[in-house]
């Protein structure tokens, strides 16, 4: 076995529990561990490595198409419409490892009641110390976005303790707080990535996580203020000051930088050596097998397609909206899609003439045409895809690496949070928004409206959240979209913005029914301007969102009955 770390599914046989999530019939830990483990670094290693397979990855092989990480949004068409912006999840009637699942909280929260008893060089000691906090932040910060107000256990607990086991909900900004002070913690204890010889969580991991969950709830605060989601008597300032705070920490460190390419960051299967990247999964199908492998590239585009809107989001490559800019472009026309607009939409999509596949022998077969039976709405990805054949099996890798945190994110939650807090200023823009658009490939000097300043051009096209903002929250959010775009912020961003006009009532569409497309197709369902509307039939309303109850997830009935402390999230109640 090779020493990496590999970020994966890594099996503990101190973790191993009853598979009944119910967290009132779970057996002990304390019952099931070795009496000589908690002794040194090496052991808080162990138990350690088993958090890491929680963490998003791709599926394994064997399991068909990979499903890309704005699947189910407004910007991202899968084979059906996602159930969450559908309103179509229900009432759970029991718990599961997905759902109201407690499991990793109390095994983080078992690491915590028994890591001081190891001993060994202080600083590894505290490494691990800091991953525990770190993974119980993540943990918590998953229950805080699908259920706000949840439970708060500090420490670990057997299934006597009735105290614990019907405890009530405490307030989402407590839990926030709690989450924080966490990852307050952590970031004290945890050792710098460049500190570290295996790929494992970092300082820079904390101070990302932590400006990003400070993110969360202020925007989520700001924009839910007066709804029965929102928190009374805050608007979210003192967490949108903690998540500039926090993003600026990890800007002033100098520990990492934006990569050159912003192509070279996803096509990738091995990251170690790319400054911008934070945390990330590497596979190693060949060497370990299917579960340390992925079928990304094998079953390309993975039955995904960007939507019409996410396309449009893109800027001109004069920095101006295309409603404004006098450079010529079109969106009906795959062939010159990308002609005139942000570098990044042509490392992003697809266009006849690029490399859909590298032979062993460096032959080169190009795309010409969509799969809509496999991109749903012709759309299909640039990002993430790998058209060299692998010569070790003759075929596709199956070690497409997976980024789960880069510096890039730091620079924009820095920049949303100024601006939401009213205090960016031009030298904001420039180490956020401005360093981003000029790794992207703007060129400031022959076209000065790339720059971003503090007074925007108006876009008559900006998409209207339901919110009155700002010209420039409206900038640095289109920056957020395009610099992001499908890599699993999308769902989230729409929650805490309160974001439901965007998409309620209205389906995602896809490409211009164009030649190039229905030569390869046949009939299509299309839009009354000829635009593929693959939802027609399974959505004909449009997004059934209740904004009054599906921005935050139902608690299973089950949970209600075993615990009379709970109550039901709004619009939910029975």
């Known amino acids: 076995m090779k020493k990496i770390i590999y970020i994966l599914t890594i099996c503990s046989a101190i973790l191993m529990v009853s598979c009944d999530d119910d967290i009132l019939e779970r057996t002990p830990l304390d019952e099931i561990s070795e009496p000589a483990f908690w002794k040194s670094g090496s052991d808080l290693e162990l138990y350690t490595n088993s958090f890491y397979n929680k963490l998003p990855g791709w599926s394994g092989v064997g399991f068909g198409s ?10 991202g068409l899968g084979t059906g419409a996602g159930s969450r912006l559908n309103g179509t999840q ?5 718990a599961n490892r997905s759902l109201w699942s407690w499991d990793e909280i109390r095994q983080a929260n078992y690491f915590a009641s028994n890591v001081d008893k ?52 405490s307030p989402r900004n407590e839990v926030a707080d709690f989450i924080l002070a966490d990852l307050d913690m952590a970031i004290s204890l945890l050792k710098t990535k460049a500190s570290l010889s295996q790929p494992r969580v970092s300082k820079e991991a904390a101070q990302l996580l932590k400006a990003t969950i400070a993110l969360y709830e202020g925007t989520w605060e700001k924009y839910h203020n007066g709804t029965a989601f929102g928190v009374p008597g805050s608007d979210g300032t003192a967490y949108l000051e903690q998540a500039a705070d926090a993003a600026k920490d990890l800007i002033d460190g100098g520990t990492r930088s934006l990569h050159s390419s912003y192509n070279g960051l996803f096509n990738q299967t091995n990251l170690s050596a790319n400054n911008e990247i934070i945390l990330w999964k590497q596979y190693d199908f060949v060497g370990l097998g299917n579960s340390f492998g992925n079928d990304a590239q094998v079953f390309w585009p993975n039955k995904y397609s960007y939507a019409l809107d996410a396309i449009r989001s893109y800027l001109c490559i004069d920095g101006l909206p295309t409603a404004i800019s006098t450079l010529p472009t079109t969106d009906t026309e795959l062939a010159n899609i990308e002609t005139n607009r942000d570098p990044r939409l042509a490392e992003t999509l697809m266009v006849p003439g690029d490399v859909v596949r590298v032979n062993i022998d460096n032959s080169i077969v190009s795309w010409t045409a969509p799969n809509i039976s496999e991109s ?9 895809r790998i058209p060299e054949l692998d010569a070790t099996t003759g075929n596709f890798t199956r070690n497409t690496a997976k980024i789960l945190m880069r510096y890039g994110e730091a620079l924009l939650i820095y920049a949303e949070a100024k601006a939401e807090l009213g205090t960016i200023t031009q030298g904001d823009l420039d180490i956020s928004i401005n360093a981003l658009r000029e790794r992207a490939g703007f060129d400031f000097i022959a076209n000065p409206t790339a720059k971003l300043t503090l007074a925007p051009v108006t876009d008559p096209n900006w998409p209207d959240y339901g919110h009155t903002i700002s010209p420039i929250i409206q900038e640095v959010r289109r920056e957020r979209v ?22 309620v009532g209205k389906r995602p569409k896809g490409a211009y029914f164009e030649t190039l497309i229905s030569d390869v197709s046949g009939s299509q369902d299309v839009d009354e301007n000829g635009y593929l509307d693959p939802y027609a039939g399974s959505m004909p309303e449009g997004f059934g969102f209740i904004p009054e109850r599906d921005y935050l997830l139902a608690i299973p009935a089950e949970e209600l009955v075993l615990n009379t402390n709970l109550t039901q999230n709004p619009g939910w109640e029975q």
Do not use: C, S
């Not at 990979?66 to 910007?75: I, K, L, N, R, W």
């Not at 229900?90 to 029991?94: H, K, L, Q, V, Y």
């Open 482 to 503: 395009v610099e992001l775009m499908n890599e699993g912020f999308r769902l989230d961003d729409l929650m805490r913005w309160g974001a439901h006009k965007l998409f």
């Open 66 to 75: 990979a499903q890309m990480p704005d699947t189910g949004t407004d910007f």
């Open 90 to 94: 229900g009432i759970p009637d029991e």
């Open 118 to 169: 190891a001993v060994g060089e202080e600083a590894n000691i505290n490494q691990f110390k800091g991953e525990g906090l770190f993974f119980r932040a993540y943990f918590y910060y998953d229950l805080l976005k699908k259920y706000g107000a949840v439970p708060i256990y500090k420490e670990y607990f057997d299934n006597l303790d009735t105290d614990a086991l019907y405890r009530a909900r």
């Open 376 to 384: 749903v709405g012709a759309y299909e990805g640039q990002k993430y």
